[in-house]
């Protein structure tokens, strides 16, 4: 079986399990309070340029969503998201479970607008309403679209006019800052947001997210936020060590190197899907594909290869996404690329 | 000034002051344990036909909704509303802030249909994603219109199917049961979803409702929550006080009564703007009217009457909403109409 | 039946009725932006020396509670309070549903001291603990005592000290103000203090409390957490009525001659059974009595009075409750007296 | 430095770490749900022998109890623990988080015991108070002593007399079952309780705890739970990998082997230090320690060793807590006794 699943579907990268390995026998204090991780910060702050920035690691991408958007809010207040948003569709209600509304609009290529904030903002009046405080992106969207800097720049100009603070899941950012069509770098989205987080689990960690908060009001007291949502490691030195071994060497380390690898392996698969008329259910720039197939050929597919099918059938189409990862092998793009075209050869079924 | 701006801007109907007043020197226990809330429950169940319905008299509206979503769900568990359902938009977030999510769709007609019940479900997968668990709708909506019998039958049924809990917000539900175009009597109605309340506040109480239990599974250990959300009158037999004074006699009763008059003054508010050429922004068979009228008669019409703007001005003109209660005076209507003819006489812009 | 089970078992005094019987059919707009509430604030603003102070009418104690503390902490602050503290004792954890602590330290006479509130700090460690920030008590206590003006000035100054809000349950602040022991007026009290409530339930009212909040931190965005923890009535102005009924007059007003009535008849309760050797479970100093009296005789008692026990029988002797109130009758008192003394005469056991 | 601060401060066993590498390039499905997770629970069913054993691997022991507790509860419903137990003392109020309770008593030697549960019942009233539902110890104790089997069956008879769930934190299981003093198998403590955990993170793994339900009540929509609560790990066959490292061989795996060799270390501690004359804070029985040292002595250890005071100083004594874990070596132990007893030949202050 090969797996399309997903980009966290093997272990860690091997320099970071042998950062592991390397750092195993050493004793630190816990919680994320050891040198790793505090060394870990210090590169996140010189490769963002901002030296004021509070680095807080984290166990996993629901952690840093529900945690952050916890300790911004206050409890009346709401954050606005698209409907395909990670907070809003992926985590059961997390961020509802401490107490606040996720005001849900339907994005636009998978991204929010400023114009949908004004929108969300139609249904704030008085004390009868929540008060939108938030607005959460993800960068590359959930169906693998990325903001560029024009866009990013008016949302956060909206955030500025709206009092809305712009928190941005970085689940698979070096995705998107290492896709062709991006034209944003990390230094200006760090510029343009109050807070973000740089995904390690999706990108060659065995679990760990950088979460970054650029406006201290936010980072009040974060750390008994962490305790309290049930998000401090005791031995928090694991993402310190995992984040110290893919970001030495700033924009040339082995966390770029990564994203570079799976979005090259991502293109070769849309152009080669494409090739044979295969369309698509998004415009994916990232390591994400969601080419639509026929039913019959999905099932085919499933049969040696693993991935999601997005979305239920229609019209006899179905819509799937093949995610491209650290491990993932050139030979095993050749291999669906090759059953897909055999599939269309034996079919006589349409593939648009 | 005029107001048509709510059914809430005054005291109580002049019988229910009398019945607090005749009972106001009696000794009784307190938090709804006396005989004044254990006779008007007993008056509701007989009434609905439903010997085995558990009633709490409740303070308000929103504790009502808040209370029975949160005593019904499980913590993974959401409820599905409409964008304009009381719930969602004006309680500023008092159910998320229980931890559940409002699933939000959008309504027809200020209505939930079965269609849309699957549309949210799509949305539900798996543990990542909340568990759809109860349908909360309003009778009347809050934009007027009413369910129709077959209607809320197959709303029913659909809940069924799906494993949902169904409940009626009934704020105005005297002004339903007694609206022309109603088919559906209360005791259908208490066999078709498994809680619902009795608004008193809008229909001539001072403030109470009468929340109505059919589905014992949600009754269970129902004070705690009651007490647990902040809902219990210490005096709490003022609300059986009023029920006792507004339901005796049964269909009969001053309840129906005071709906009636209501429904019966909007009803002359609707045909004497709708004369005057008037459209409406809803299809209102109750006690709220929603005319859409210039933007220079709304401005003229309310230095003499308080009433709401409804939505944002477009393109001139303005959807307004005028409400009728238990005190409001047919002469209060027909100066409103009076008033309307002469703006329209005044004025060039037309009313279309 | 002779009720002494409490404060609030009749409606409302004969002046307050009036009012509101008085003020029925006037229109005002609802959610407690009417003029009654606008003019009841200003009123406690002059009495209490505060123009400052901000003024939300509010429709229970519990929800005067859960709304100021939900309102003043941060999501990991909790508030310090006593075992016997309402917002800890009677409201089945409904600061806790706000997701807050409520730090339970073993009170002093029914009260919180400096020396307390050091022992709470040291369960306060770091990031692992919650974060102490606010005090709770009650004036006059669960049990009836009451605080000095040297006690409460000491009590603040810790709380300065530690950086703590104080908060003060008023739910009988009346019987505080009113009775002989206490030298503290309401207008020092309101320079103690970061926010207050002026109980109306117990005091004479149908029901609503004046919340004052005198640290403006505290106070802001507050009716959204008014209507966010279902605490806001839409008839808000009845609240603002009653207060104008009872505090007309100021320090001569109807609200403490109440209070001087319930106290004086609790005196002449509390010294009756004193001549007859009874002992007491608390030096009540207000409103309530806790007489122990042996078992039997209690039993023999609720044959014709309906009050409390306050707690398990132990040793042959059980404590009860006894509160007089704005409608209890000097007779009341004079048959309770007499049959406690009678039943001593036939009894052989000691009131001892 | 020496380290005696956690049986957290190294990373993992090097033979789970062998497992994690030797396991890194398979692709698996994530959160749970792959063969490594479903093998460890299968081996945990066979090792506690209960078949029927709902079995998670969580990341960590706040998530654990959180989850399991918001699950298991109503919402009106509490939890009793003592003063030193976890959920209350080092959590930040992460189970109030959820709007539970955490009814807290004074323990007796770091236990909860069936007195305490009878004495919280007390504060149990009616619907103006929440309903104890559940009683959370943990094996070993915070203070590092052990339940025995009597206690244990006592407890557990006193919870199904009062209708509690019993739930057993097992952060440090192994050190208890490894206990020379214990008396209480696995498979015993299985029958005794309606969940418990095995601590994966303080015996030797990078991180995990096996939450184990025994009670099917609790286990219904478990893993929507775990995802709303934030614990829920994409590459969830890491903790799976880990247990199945840990267990292999049963009783006679490396679990228990490392349990026993931090206890052994722990004992030859505590024997070496009562041989110097030293007294101790608590009777531990497993691998913490917790002398009480001079003031000055606990400083110039401090020098050379990394431990935790665990109280202020009083009267010049300070208890320390030393914990010795998979990692201690005992020249460590060794070196420690040494130099606490060439403080004592310097010193002139009595160790007692």
Same mark, same amino acid.
């Given at each position: 079986?090969?797996?399309?699943?997903?980009?966290?579907? =093997?272990?860690?990268?091997?320099?970071?399990?042998?950062?592991? =390995?390397?750092?195993?026998?050493?004793?630190?204090?816990?919680?994320?309070?050891? #040198?790793?991780?505090?060394?870990?910060?210090?590169?996140?702050?010189?490769?963002?340029?901002?030296?004021?920035?509070?680095?807080? &690691? &984290?166990?996993?991408? *629901? +952690?840093?969503?529900?945690?952050?958007?916890?300790? $911004?809010? !206050? +409890?009346?207040?709401?954050?606005? *998201?698209?409907?395909?948003?990670? $907070?809003? &569709?992926? %985590?059961?209600?997390?961020?509802?479970?401490?107490?606040?509304? @996720?005001?849900?609009?339907?994005? @636009?290529?998978?991204?929010?607008? /400023?114009?949908?904030?004004?929108?969300?903002? %139609?249904?704030?009046?008085?004390?009868?309403? /929540?008060? #939108? !405080?938030?607005?959460?992106?993800? =960068? +590359?969207?959930?169906?693998?679209?990325?903001?560029?800097?024009?866009?990013?720049?008016?949302?956060?100009?909206?955030?500025?006019?709206?009092?809305?603070?712009?928190?941005?899941?970085?689940?698979?950012?070096?995705?998107?800052?290492?896709?062709?069509?991006?034209?944003?770098?990390?230094?200006?989205?760090?510029?343009?947001?109050?807070?973000?987080?740089?995904?390690?689990?999706?990108?060659?960690?065995?679990?760990?997210?950088?979460?970054?908060?650029?406006?201290?009001?936010?980072?009040?007291?974060?750390?008994?936020?962490?305790?309290?949502?049930?998000?401090?490691?005791?031995?928090?030195?694991?993402?310190? @060590?995992?984040?110290?071994?893919?970001?030495?060497?700033?924009?040339?380390?082995?966390?770029?190197?990564?994203?570079?690898?799976?979005?090259?392996?991502?293109?070769?698969?849309?152009?080669?899907?494409?090739?044979?008329?295969? *369309?698509?259910?998004?415009?994916?720039?990232?390591?994400?594909?969601? #080419?639509?197939? /026929?039913?019959?050929?999905?099932?085919?597919?499933?049969? $040696?290869?693993?991935?999601?099918?997005?979305? /239920?059938?229609?019209?006899? &189409?179905? #819509?799937?996404?093949?995610?491209?990862?650290?491990?993932?092998?050139?030979?095993?793009?050749?291999?669906?690329?090759?059953?897909?075209?055999?599939?269309?050869?034996?079919?006589?079924?349409?593939?648009?």
């Amino acid at each position: 079986m090969i797996y399309f699943r997903s980009d966290y579907s =093997q272990g860690a990268h091997p320099k970071v399990m042998e950062a592991l =390995q390397k750092t195993n026998m050493e004793h630190t204090d816990g919680y994320g309070l050891d #040198p790793h991780c505090i060394h870990a910060a210090e590169m996140i702050r010189e490769l963002i340029g901002r030296e004021d920035a509070a680095v807080h &690691m &984290m166990v996993g991408g *629901t +952690p840093c969503n529900v945690t952050l958007i916890a300790a $911004a809010l !206050r +409890p009346y207040e709401s954050v606005i *998201t698209i409907r395909s948003g990670h $907070a809003y &569709m992926h %985590e059961t209600g997390a961020v509802e479970a401490t107490g606040h509304r @996720v005001a849900v609009m339907e994005g @636009v290529d998978g991204k929010l607008t /400023p114009e949908l904030i004004d929108l969300a903002w %139609e249904e704030y009046q008085d004390e009868h309403t /929540p008060l #939108p !405080r938030m607005a959460y992106i993800s =960068q +590359p969207t959930e169906i693998g679209t990325i903001y560029s800097k024009k866009e990013l720049q008016a949302l956060s100009e909206k955030c500025k006019e709206r009092d809305l603070f712009l928190y941005i899941d970085g689940a698979r950012l070096g995705s998107a800052l290492t896709s062709e069509k991006n034209d944003l770098s990390m230094r200006e989205l760090a510029q343009l947001c109050d807070a973000f987080y740089i995904g390690g689990t999706k990108n060659g960690a065995l679990f760990g997210e950088a979460l970054v908060i650029l406006n201290e009001a936010i980072d009040d007291h974060f750390r008994f936020m962490i305790k309290r949502q049930c998000g401090m490691l005791a031995k928090g030195r694991l993402i310190g @060590v995992q984040f110290e071994a893919l970001l030495d060497g700033g924009e040339d380390s082995l966390y770029f190197e990564i994203a570079s690898h799976a979005n090259r392996l991502a293109k070769k698969l849309r152009e080669g899907l494409s090739a044979l008329g295969v *369309t698509f259910y998004s415009g994916s720039e990232t390591n994400q594909v969601f #080419p639509i197939l /026929p039913g019959a050929v999905v099932k085919e597919l499933e049969k $040696a290869f693993f991935f999601h099918e997005w979305a /239920p059938e229609k019209e006899g &189409m179905i #819509p799937i996404r093949l995610v491209t990862g650290w491990g993932t092998e050139e030979a095993e793009v050749d291999a669906f690329l090759e059953e897909t075209a055999e599939c269309q050869n034996r079919s006589t079924s349409s593939f648009l």
